[in-house]
């Protein structure tokens, strides 16, 4: 999944709490990050920090490339408009 911005992160984020049927509450606590984290996170929040970012995506099972986008233009990428729009109404 291509990512171009803070708020398809926050929507990929909620999107994916939703599918595993967690709570904010939840997903904080497992995350070790706050209630109100999460909320600031899934509302598109550009100043969060990386690491707690990173935890979060560990405790809902996701991860990220870094890939280089000069060298790897046509790559398949899944439709991120289409997981955007099914996640962003939940």
């Known amino acids: 999944m291509k990512l171009n ?3 398809d992160l926050a929507a ?3 999107g994916r709490r939703h599918d595993l049927d967690l709570s904010q509450a939840e997903l904080a ?3 070790g ?3 109100e984290w999460i909320n ?3 509302a598109g929040k550009t100043t969060v920090e990386f690491g707690l970012v990173i935890r ?3 405790a809902l099972g ?3 490339d870094i890939v280089d986008r000069v060298e790897a233009p046509n790559k398949a990428s899944a439709n991120l408009d289409a ?3 099914e996640h962003r109404d939940r």
């Open 5 to 7: 911005s803070m708020r």
């Open 12 to 14: 990929t984020i909620r």
């Open 29 to 31: 606590s497992s995350a």
């Open 33 to 35: 990050v706050s209630r």
């Open 40 to 42: 600031e996170l899934e």
């Open 56 to 58: 979060v995506l560990d």
């Open 62 to 64: 996701l991860g990220f």
């Open 83 to 85: 997981l955007l729009e």
